[in-house]
C-alpha cells in the first residue's frame, strides 16, 4: 500500500470571501486523483463548511487533507475558543455565531450537521481555551 | 475529443513567446515551447481569451471567408442580434437587414426570432417533472464545452434545448424551400454572423451529434465592414424585421434569462464570473434557481471578440433599440418540437484525471509535489507553464525538463560561479 498524500492549507481568520479556497482546490486535486465526482462533493462541501466555522469562530486554522487508497481524511484545527457544548453545537440549527455574522447569510447552525451528515465519520476534539481540532473521513470504497 | 477542430489560431511567425497569453488561459491550455505558444487541443475551449491577451495579434479567430457564400445559389444571412449594437445612430433594425440583402444575401433570418421559440421552449422545459435544476443555458457553447471538461457532474444539467442559432437555420432553410420549391438542399447556404469563434467550433464540429444547419459562419467585424459601405440610409428599408426586445435581449447577458419571466434565474459573464458560479452549483451552494445564463464573455455576447464596439457601448446602443419593439415577435405555441431537442453526447475526456488507476495517480501527485517543492512558486512563467504547479505537472506527466525554470538555474549557476571562485582562491 502507497504512502499517504497529504495536502496542507492554512485558513485565513480575516477574511470571510476567502473561506472556502481550500475546498475549492482539493477538487482539483480529488478529480486529478480520478476520485469519483459524487465523493470530491461531499469532501468539499464538509470541508467548506469547517472553513466557514473556522473564520467565524476561530481566527482561521489549518487543514490537511490526507488521501488514502481508500478514504479521504480531513482534518481541521484552530487554536479558537473550543467548543463549550458538543452535543448542543451538534443540533441543526443551534448557532453562537454573532449578528453581523449572521447579517451576511452564515452561522445558520448548520456547519457541524451537515459536515457529519456528509462523511462517514466525524471526530471532534475540543478543549476550552485552547482549540478545536475535527477529524472527518470519507470511505473511498 | 483530440479530433477537434479549433477556431482560435496561432500565427507562429507573429508569436514572440512572450506569456501574455499564458495566464489568461481559462483552462491552462497554453505552453510556451521553442519560443511560440502552443495550443493543447485537448484543453482548449476556444474562448478567445487569448485573442483579447495577445499584444502581437498573432492569435486569430477563424471564420469562413465571405467568398464562401458563393458556393451556394440561395444564400441566407443569420444575424446574431448582437450585429445591431455595432452601428452608431441605428434606429431601425431593418437598414441592417437591408444592408444584408445589398451586400449579396438573398434573404435573412434574424437569430433573435427564433430565439424567442427558444425562450418560450424554454419556459415549457421548466415546468416538466424530472428536471435537474438549476437547468443551464445551451446557448454559449464556451460554456457547455466548459461544463463538458471540467464538470462532469454538471453535464445533465444543461438544457437539451439547441440554440437559437440553430433553430433559426432549421426556420431559414424551410423558409427558402417554401419560397422556392426548386432549391436542393445543397442550393441552400445559410450563414450565421457570428460574434465569437467559439460558435464557429459549434459548427465545425457538429456538436449536436448530428449534421449542423448552419453552412458558413462569417465573422461579424468583416461583415460590419461591407454593411457600413451601403447603409447610407439613403431608402426607406423593406419591413423585415420581426424580432420584438426579448429576442434581441439575448445579445447581452441577463436578456435570455429575462425573457423566461420568472425570477428565479441567475445571470453571470465573462469566464472568471462563469467558474465561480459552476464551483458553487457543483457544490450545491446556490439558492433554489430554476435557470442559470452563463456566458463567457463580458456583458453576453456583445463583448464576442469578433464585435467592434466596445459592449457596453453596443449594450447602450441596443437598449435604445429595443425601446420602440413589441416585447415579442414570435408566438410559439403547442409543446416543444422533436427537432429542438439535442443529446449532448459529452464525448469529452475530463481533462484533469492523471490516470485511471487510483494508485498509479496517486504515484503521480506525490512525484508531483515534490518537484513542485523545489520551485520558486512566483509563477512566472518563463518556463512555458502559467505557473510553477502546472510546470511541475508537466515535468512528471509530459516529461518537460526540470532546467526550463529559470530562477533555479540561476541560483545554481550562481552556486556554481562561487564553487569556481573558491577553487581559484585555494590554488
Known sequence: MSKAINFHYVVDGDDFTSAGEASVDIKRKLRQLGVDPAIIRRVSIAMYEGEVNMVIHAEGGTVDVNVYEDKIEMILSDEGPGIANVELAMKAGFSTAPDYVRSLGFGAGMGLPNMKSYTDDMKIDTKIGVGTTITMVVNLK | ?427
Open chain 2, 1 to 427: 475529443m483530440s479530433n477537434f477542430i479549433h477556431s482560435v489560431s496561432l500565427n507562429v511567425s507573429k508569436c514572440k513567446g512572450c506569456t501574455s497569453c499564458l495566464r489568461r488561459c481559462p483552462t491552462e491550455a497554453i505552453r510556451i515551447k521553442d519560443g511560440h505558444a502552443v495550443i493543447d487541443s485537448e484543453r482548449c475551449i476556444d474562448c478567445g481569451e487569448c485573442i483579447r491577451a495577445c499584444p502581437h495579434k498573432a492569435k486569430k479567430a477563424v471564420c469562413n471567408p465571405f467568398e464562401k457564400i458563393n458556393e451556394f445559389k440561395y444564400k441566407v444571412a443569420m444575424p446574431a442580434p448582437t450585429l445591431y449594437g455595432q452601428f452608431n445612430n441605428l434606429d431601425d433594425i431593418d437598414f441592417c437587414l437591408q444592408g444584408l440583402l445589398d451586400i449579396g444575401f438573398d434573404d435573412v433570418y434574424e437569430v433573435s426570432y427564433a430565439a424567442e421559440f427558444i425562450s418560450g421552449y424554454t419556459r415549457l422545459f421548466l415546468k416538466k417533472e424530472n428536471v435537474k435544476k438549476p437547468v443551464i443555458s445551451s446557448a454559449c457553447p464556451v460554456v457547455v464545452r466548459l461544463i463538458n471538461l471540467r464538470y462532469p457532474s454538471l453535464c445533465d444539467n444543461i438544457m437539451p434545448i439547441i440554440p437559437p442559432m440553430e433553430l433559426a437555420a432549421i426556420f431559414a432553410r424551410q423558409r427558402a424551400k417554401k419560397k422556392h420549391p426548386e432549391l436542393k438542399d445543397e442550393d441552400i447556404g445559410i450563414c450565421f454572423i457570428s460574434p465569437c469563434p467559439g460558435k464557429s467550433s459549434y459548427v465545425v464540429n457538429d456538436e449536436l451529434g448530428k449534421k449542423e444547419n448552419v453552412d458558413v459562419v462569417l465573422a461579424m467585424n468583416d461583415i460590419y465592414f461591407r454593411l457600413l459601405a451601403v447603409m447610407k440610409g439613403e431608402r426607406t428599408p423593406r419591413p423585415l424585421s420581426k424580432s420584438g426586445l426579448l429576442g434581441i435581449g439575448w445579445a447581452v447577458s441577463g436578456g435570455e434569462s429575462s425573457a423566461l419571466l420568472s425570477d428565479k434565474y441567475l445571470a453571470a459573464d465573462g469566464l472568471e464570473n462563469v467558474i465561480q458560479v459552476l464551483e458553487e452549483i457543483d457544490n450545491g451552494k446556490l439558492p433554489e434557481l430554476d435557470f442559470v445564463e452563463l456566458n463567457a464573455c463580458n456583458s453576453g455576447c456583445v463583448g464576442g471578440i469578433l464585435t467592434v464596439e466596445n459592449p457596453y457601448i453596443a449594450k447602450a446602443k441596443m437598449q435604445s433599440l429595443r425601446k420602440y419593439l413589441p416585447v415579442s415577435g414570435a408566438h410559439p405555441d403547442g409543446d416543444i418540437p422533436d427537432d429542438a431537442y439535442f443529446e449532448n453526447t459529452n464525448n469529452f475526456k475530463p481533462i484533469q484525471q492523471f490516470s485511471d488507476n487510483m494508485q498509479e495517480s496517486m504515484k503521480l501527485m506525490s512525484e508531483i509535489q515534490t518537484v513542485c517543492s523545489t520551485l520558486p512558486e512566483i509563477d512566472c512563467g518563463s518556463c512555458g507553464a502559467p505557473t510553477c504547479l502546472a510546470f511541475a505537472e508537466d515535468v512528471v506527466l509530459k516529461g518537460a525538463d526540470i532546467n526550463n525554470c529559470i530562477i533555479n538555474m540561476k541560483d545554481y549557476l550562481l552556486q556554481k560561479l562561487e564553487e569556481k571562485k573558491d577553487e581559484s582562491y585555494d590554488s
